[in-house]
T-cell receptor
Framework: GNSVTQMEGPVTLSEEAFLTINCTYT??????LFWYVQYPGEGLQLLLK?????DKGSNKGFEATYRKETTSFHLEKGSVQVSDSAVYFC??????????????FGKGTHLIIQP | EAGVAQSPRYKIIEKRQSVAFWCNPI?????LYWYQQILGQGPKLLIQ????????DSQLPKDRFSAERLKGVDSTLKIQPAKLEDSAVYLC?????????????FGNGTRLTVT
């Protein structure tokens, strides 16, 4: 079956540091890839996505590139802010013949940014 | 637009009791999902509806869990009887259409504690 593996947390960085959160996946076909974020006290929300190989998703200064050859979708940001503190989830979606396209999530990475 | 509404926010029950959760998706969203998120893990898909039909319930423990989406709008998820391992946050999400890359909109979830 499909699976997503992401780096364990918590990850603690100083403000303005460079961020990488690693994510690799296993899928039978050609999935779409996502990063979702959960800020304290809020629901999960989509951060960025990529639907085919070599696509780059970007939003709020975050980027991730769909790498089919390494089955990876690492999340990066050049200069993090305290407001980026949250839990980040890597996820994939692969449609089955019956139309099912539910997300498969990784375990989440808790990011803490210190001023 | 109003977000995905879930109730109750919190529920505490004893094992072997029953419990029900309610979800009102974003108006016009045809696809609705229920996820279970156990502490420290990523959300796991329980069931996917397209309008009022079930698309995927392969991961729903059907001996104790049931869900319905009458009239293709609101949905309820029921657990009967509950077990200790059902303690988790139950998330509802909706999407305007099926399709890879369609963003999911999540509610804030119902936190269930089974004692």
């Amino acid at each position: 079956g499909n699976s997503v593996t992401q780096m364990e947390g918590p990850v603690t960085l100083s403000e303005e540091a460079f961020l990488t959160i690693n994510c690799t996946y296993t899928a039978t076909g050609y999935p779409s890839l996502f990063w979702y974020v959960q800020y304290p006290g809020e629901g999960l929300q989509l951060l960025l996505k990529a639907t085919k190989a070599d696509d780059k998703g970007s939003n709020k200064g975050f980027e991730a590139t769909y790498r089919k050859e390494t089955t990876s979708f690492h999340l990066e940001k050049g200069s993090v802010q305290v407001s980026d503190s949250a839990v980040y989830f890597c996820a994939l979606s692969e449609r089955s013949g019956g139309g099912a396209d539910g997300l498969t999530f990784g375990k989440g990475t808790h990011l803490i940014i210190q001023p | 637009e109003a977000g995905v509404a879930q109730s109750p926010r919190y529920k505490i029950i004893e094992k072997r009791q029953s419990v029900a959760f309610w979800c009102n998706p974003i108006s016009g969203h045809a696809t609705l999902y229920w996820y279970q998120q156990i502490l420290g893990q990523g959300p796991k898909l329980l069931i996917q509806f397209q309008n009022n039909g079930v698309v995927d319930d392969s991961q729903l423990p059907k001996d104790r869990f049931s869900a319905e989406r009458l009239k293709g709008v609101d949905s309820t998820l029921k657990i009967q009887p509950a077990k200790l391992e059902d303690s988790a946050v139950y998330l509802c999400a909706s999407s305007p259409q099926q399709g890879l890359g369609s963003p999911l909109h999540f509610g804030n979830g119902t936190r269930l504690t089974v004692t």
